[in-house]
């Protein structure tokens, strides 16, 4: 089989599994017990309204018409209108999602690079003493509850040492002087706001590529290959750069799952440092029985896994050409 035809079918599948979540998604909450227009009001409607939303949902006609216009409306980028905002759900979404992305991407990447260099650090030591204890600090990180981790910074560096600020993306008199919502992605208040969330990720996310680095350095550097490397005279450094290419591929197969639990995982995160982004939006929409915002952020972090598992799929051969495409 040919790359060509191997990455065409790769994203043909691709683009099924996003069908069929999406599919999944509409047939969830609309065969849900009870009436989905009640769901959708929130409770306390009037028979009158009642009627109005089922009229404007469409939820008077037959389901395979609902599902219709239900995927042609997310192939035309219309997700719905917020029951909260009486806006766009995406209009509603993208501030919260930029403020979380913002904070969840550089933090996961952070997290692998540092922890996969501490793992291959690890694994080229195993046996010793630096090995089984070198583990541990990662290991508690990151079995501890994230927000626990939140709250201990918060403790030390703010009400404690005072340097840091306790909550927020920034301070009211920063949000009074930009004029539109990316400037203050600009500014130093935003930052050092961002100082104690980061940390949070990283510390909390750092243990998963550390552990699994370490364990395939172990399993890698036991091949011919590093020892006629070694033998041939090979610098340290240029061995470790071999050794850690050559057990990358666990990791990175990692990375998609571990940045959508890390976005699934925002609620509490974002709840200890009052982050406003999508997971107190998340919380805040099921509160308030927000389906169609609901409904749009569970495609959006299922479309992330299906998407990032492809990429990882397709930068295989790339990272290790050794893999090779077979039928």
């Known amino acids: 089989m040919s790359k060509l035809h191997y990455y065409l079918r790769r994203i ?17 909450f609309r065969l849900m017990p009870g009436d989905y227009a009640t769901v959708l009001a929130g409770g306390g409607a009037s028979a009158a309204e009642l009627e109005e939303i089922r009229e404007s949902w469409g939820l008077n006609q037959p389901l395979y018409v609902q599902y ?49 260099v ?52 920034a301070t009211s008199e920063t949000y009074a002087a930009i004029e ?10 935003f930052w050092k706001h961002y100082v104690l969330p980061f940390a949070t990720i990283v510390l909390t996310f750092l243990y998963y590529p550390a552990l699994v680095m370490r364990g395939s350095v172990i399993d890698v550097k036991g091949q011919e290959y590093t020892y006629f490397q070694r033998i041939a005279g090979l610098p340290s450094k240029t061995r470790f750069k071999h050794l850690m290419k050559h057990s990358s591929l666990p990791v990175i197969t990692l990375l ?4 959508a639990t890390a976005i699934s995982g925002l609620v509490l995160i974002e709840t200890v440092f009052n982050w406003p982004g999508i997971g107190t939006l998340l919380f805040e929409s099921v509160l308030a029985r927000d ?37």
Do not use: C
Request: hydrophobic share 50%; net charge negative.
């Open 291 to 327: 389906t169609p915002t609901i409904q749009f952020l569970f495609i959006l972090v299922a479309v992330w896994i299906i998407v990032g598992n492809f990429l990882v799929d397709i930068f295989y051969t790339v990272i290790d050409p050794r893999i090779t495409i077979e039928d």
């Open 68 to 116: 219709y216009e239900y995927m042609t409306n997310l192939v035309t980028g219309d997700f719905g209108t917020s029951h909260v905002s009486s806006e766009p759900v995406w209009n509603y979404v993208k501030n919260p999602l930029m403020n979380s992305l913002i904070l969840v991407m550089p933090a996961i990447l952070v997290a692998f690079v540092v922890g996969s």
């Open 256 to 259: 998609p799952a571990q940045t």
């Open 12 to 28: 043909v599948v691709t683009i099924f599994l996003i069908f069929g979540v999406a599919s999944f998604l509409f047939l969830a």
């Open 180 to 189: 539109s919502h990316y400037e203050i992605y600009l500014t130093g208040d």
């Open 118 to 169: 501490y793992g291959g650090l690890l694994g080229t030591r195993s046996g010793t003493a630096l090995e089984r204890y070198g583990i541990l600090p990662p290991t508690v990180a990151g079995t501890t509850p994230n927000f626990f981790v939140g709250i201990l910074l918060l403790l030390v560096f703010s009400s404690t040492l005072g340097w840091l600020p306790v909550s927020g993306m």
